[in-house]
């Protein structure tokens, strides 16, 4: 698992510190950039402001370009953009609204406002990023992150984000402000996960939220957004995929993908693990059904996070590499694969004890 922290010497600072690693002639400057000045054996020395910082590292880890977020007191800085990496994503809040009973990262009281080192590290990150903004629910913190997204849609016009939301705090008057940030900069991944009301609202833990959802993917889709529908697949909603694809071809044909998705074995998702996982490699009736439902109305369909050998052959055209890097696995039995390269392999915190009972080498 590639490591999103780095130990860092203590730094005498009260605020927390945004800077970029430079270590080779940039054509674009910034007050923010750290230049490098000496190198030893596991540990990088940077001149920032008149300051060291050193950072501690394996000397074959490319950190030109990355920026960096160091907090006082602590020995550790976060790797907010690797300039390297397609997978960076800012971890807006921790709090949210709903508990998906599959939650792989579940809800904290406290937040921590990081929007201002936010917007300096997307000003930083490489030409043409595409950066994914996840909590916890972001929109829990509208008007902060409306104006980060405003802020970095002036200030870098070539950025892209895509925003994880349930989408439950949108209203009407935020459409013209969705407008200004400019429909093309942001896709909105959005999870759905029955055409059943009820059932939909068990699964997320909260009463009303599909009806809320319902209306607000319609002010969504008058404001011209785009929209990533996902749809975790569970023992819950198995049966009931037919039917969703059925809802999501007729009601919601704008949608720019329907994403379904397999399950993350971390937080809730690997709590309730044996009442939630769907078994994939041994069972693919009912997302054979929805797919086909799904594809013969125009509706574009993807896995996410399937394993290509969970997937029967004429169904992996839809599943491309979806694991960020930071957080892939491939198992032993990878190693004899011939579609290592295509497969997205498995989350780190996958059990194969627990997991899928279908994989082989392809
Ligand atoms: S054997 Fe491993 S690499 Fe090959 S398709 Fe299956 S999971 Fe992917």
Redesign the pocket.
Known sequence: MIDLRLKVDPLPIVEPLVLRLCERDRSEHSEHDAHLIGRETGCREYEYLGFSVRIHASDELPLDGDVLMILPGQPSAHRLIRATSMHNTLLITEQCDQLCVMCSQPPKKHHLDFFDQFAIAAKLAPSGAYIGISGGEPLLHKARLFEFLASSAVARPDLRFHVLTNAQHLEAEDMKRLDEIGPERVLWGIPLYASDSKLHDEIVGKRGAFHRLERNLAFLMRAGASVELRTVVMQQNWGFLPDLANFVANRLPFVSVWALMQLERIGYGRMNWRNTFKDTSTEFSALKSAINMAVAKGVEVALYNF????VPPDYRQFAPSTISDWKRK??H??R?????S?????FEWYSHDEG?EG????
């Not at 394993?307 to 969970?310: F, T």
């Not at 004899?336 to 290592?340: A, D, Q, W, Y």
């Not at 994989?359 to 392809?362: D, E, K, N, T």
């Open positions: 394993p290509l050998c969970s491939f198992l039995v990878c004899e694969c011939s579609s290592r295509a497969c997205g392999g498995f899928f994989i082989r080498p392809l």
